[in-house]
Structures are given as C-alpha cells and as structure tokens.
C-alpha cells in the first residue's frame, strides 16, 4: 500500500522551469516503480516519465525528453519530475503513480490527487 500527493504546480510561463514533487507515505516506497502521467483538458491521459525502484532506470514520453527530469529519493519517499523549457503543451494536471507490475512505470496500482501545471504563451 501507497498513497501519493502531489505538489509544486503552477502557473508559469513558456520557457520556465518548475519541480513536481510526489511524496509517498507507506513502508514499501521504495520496491516500486514511479511514474508521472499527464491529462489535459478533453485528452487522454498519457505517461510523462517513469522509474525504477532504484532510480537508475528511467523512461520517457517522446514529447518531453530532454526537457524532463524524473528523480526519486528513496530514503525521504519522494519521486520528483523537474520540467524544463515548458511549453504551453505541456498544460495539464500532473499525477504521480506507483507500479508494482511493471518495471517502467507505466502500469500503476496507486494514483495520487493530481497537481495543476499551466503554461502560457
């Protein structure tokens, strides 16, 4: 068991720079794997960034590799998602998820509430 919440949305400006951290509260934190997903307003929601148990593996959407940072830090429970060059695109509500069935990320058993990330021309 799990439970995530993010924090550290915003509104900031094209070009900006802006940390989402995810803090997990549980005693087995650092056995799954992490991602981040996205969902703008009337899309899908899509995988942003994933990573491992132990932080060395990390996965990336096409659309903001090399922007994006994903990071964990097991012995604080926290996984971050450092966005760089934001585009207006990139507005979503940003969500922090635990996996335990995969290794990437990208199958995730635990959701946290979503933090608001705007982006403006």
């Known amino acids: 068991q799990v439970q995530l919440v993010e924090s550290g949305g915003g509104l900031v400006q094209a070009g900006d720079s802006l940390r989402l951290s995810c803090a997990a509260s549980?005693?087995?934190?650092?056995?799954?794997?992490m991602g981040w997903f996205r969902q703008a307003p009337g899309k899908e929601r899509e995988f942003v960034a994933g990573?491992?148990?132990?932080?060395?593996?990390?996965y990336y959407a096409d659309s903001v590799k090399g922007r994006f940072t994903i990071s964990r830090d097991n012995a604080k429970n926290m996984v971050y998602l450092q966005m760089s060059t934001l585009k207006p695109e990139d507005t979503a509500v940003y969500s922090c998820a635990a996996d335990s069935r995969s290794g990437r990320g990208d199958s995730p058993n635990y959701w946290g509430q979503g933090t608001q990330v705007t982006v403006s021309s």
């Open positions: 990573i491992n148990w132990s932080g060395v593996l990390t």
């Open positions: 549980g005693r087995t934190f650092s056995s799954y794997a």
